[in-house]
């Protein structure tokens, strides 16, 4: 009578204990979310050199081009929050950006006019205009003013989200309309002239809400709001990544049928996400006014729109800081290449857009989690092949079969 035993099977039971973190549903692949210890590094980091070695090193004219770079900045950290966490390709953010810029430049350009002892711009002065137009005397008071920056916008990405979200207008089919929004409201500018002044756009300003522009310890304040306002809009996102909100955003953005059937409303989450995209694209355009001094359709259209995603895809969508660093690498590359070669810049610009969006979809910031990919990989695989190389003793019926 023969006996058969069969191998012995046991199973590994996982070790659980009471202090591990689960993993998140924003820390899926392809999305990295940085830590508190590294968020914290991060803004430590950010706060010494902006607000401490920038002003110190830099002269009049570098602070002012890095405020530049900072106010585009922030429209790249809601975009990566639209389209890194909630696949919102959003190309159209120069609607918004124009919007705060506008409300500001009309907010200066009144406050100049008093100034000056006149109650209507010099441009409505030569287009026979006598009396104010309603929609600037609305934000003729600097609270009014600070208010419509961040309500007007807000509210429009409000009616235009909910509108198109609702529908499940998504994909390319979004990125078109948001395009096409941005190219008409250019438009719609460049037709006004006697409220915006046309494609001129409205400039020289000397003061902002009391202070001189003209003096270089003001500048260097309003530089120094700048940065402030940018970290902060950083820390903002880097809690709601890590929030409830930021899971259900990604998970709209992976399985919004899935979402929809446990009972959130999907078209709800992608609307505050835009409208908080929106928001920080029409404080990011507030600012710009006073720091570069002059706001133009050219400025707000669809290639600047376009430039805002480049640097996104070019420092990491799905990351937490790589759409600054990458935005802010590719405003400084813009301004030193589009000047020695001016033709040869857009073209780069799209194959950048093109090179990164095809062979590195993470942006360069997801080059250090590939590295540190193929390494545990080649480790486990040495870990493998050393395993395989122990075999176990071999019996002498076992031995007599071969």
């Not at 006149?118 to 030569?126: D, G, L, W």
């Not at 941005?182 to 037709?191: D, P, R, T």
């Not at 709800?268 to 006073?290: E, N, R, S």
């Not at 669809?302 to 759409?323: C, D, N, Y």
Request: net charge neutral; aromatic share 8%.
């Amino acid at each position: 009578m023969t006996t058969t035993v069969s191998p012995q099977q046991t199973t590994t039971t996982p070790p659980t204990t009471g202090s591990a973190e689960l993993p998140s549903v924003a820390e899926g692949a392809g999305v990295w979310t940085t830590g508190p210890r590294g968020a914290l590094l991060g803004l430590g980091i950010g706060a010494v050199l902006l607000l401490v070695i920038a002003p110190l090193t830099l002269g009049g004219f570098g602070l002012d081009l890095l405020g530049r770079y900072l106010c585009v900045a922030m429209v790249a950290v809601g975009i990566g929050l639209a389209w890194g966490r909630g696949g919102m390709l959003t190309m159209g953010q120069g609607v918004y950006f124009g919007l705060g810029a506008y409300i500001m430049a009309m907010h200066m350009t009144l406050a100049d006019t008093t100034l000056e002892g006149e109650t209507i711009p010099t441009f409505m002065r030569q287009n026979g205009v006598e009396q104010l137009p309603e929609l600037w005397g609305i934000v003729q008071h600097p609270v009014v003013a600070v208010a419509a920056v961040i309500l007007v916008p807000t509210g429009v990405a409000g009616l235009l989200g909910w509108a198109i979200f609702s529908r499940r207008v998504k994909g390319a089919y979004f990125a078109i309309l948001s395009q096409a929004l941005a190219a008409a409201f250019a438009v719609l500018i460049i037709g006004q002239p006697v409220l915006t002044n046309g494609s001129n756009g409205l400039s020289n300003f000397h003061s902002l809400f009391g202070w001189d522009l003209s003096d270089q310890a003001n500048r260097t304040v309003l530089f120094l709001v700048v940065a402030a306002v940018l970290l902060v809009m950083l820390a903002v996102t880097w809690q709601l990544y890590r929030s409830r909100f930021g899971e259900l955003l990604v998970a709209v953005r992976d399985q919004e049928e899935r979402v929809r059937f446990l009972g959130y409303d999907p078209a709800l989450i992608k609307t505050v996400a835009y409208m908080i995209a929106a928001l920080f694209a029409a404080i990011g355009g507030a600012l710009f006014v006073p720091v570069v001094g002059i706001i133009s359709p050219a400025d707000i259209g669809v290639v600047p729109s376009i430039a805002f995603l480049i640097g996104v895809a070019i420092g990491g969508r799905s990351t937490w800081l790589g759409p600054v660093l990458g935005s802010i690498a590719v405003s400084f590359a813009g301004t030193q290449l589009a000047s020695a070669f001016p033709s040869f810049w857009v073209y780069l610009q799209g194959l950048l857009f093109i090179l990164v969006i095809g062979f590195l979809p993470g942006g360069l910031a997801s080059v250090l989690g590939l590295v540190r990919r193929r390494r545990s990989q080649g480790a486990n695989d040495d870990g493998g092949q050393a395993a395989g190389s122990t075999t176990a003793p071999v019996s002498s019926e076992q031995e007599a079969t071969r």
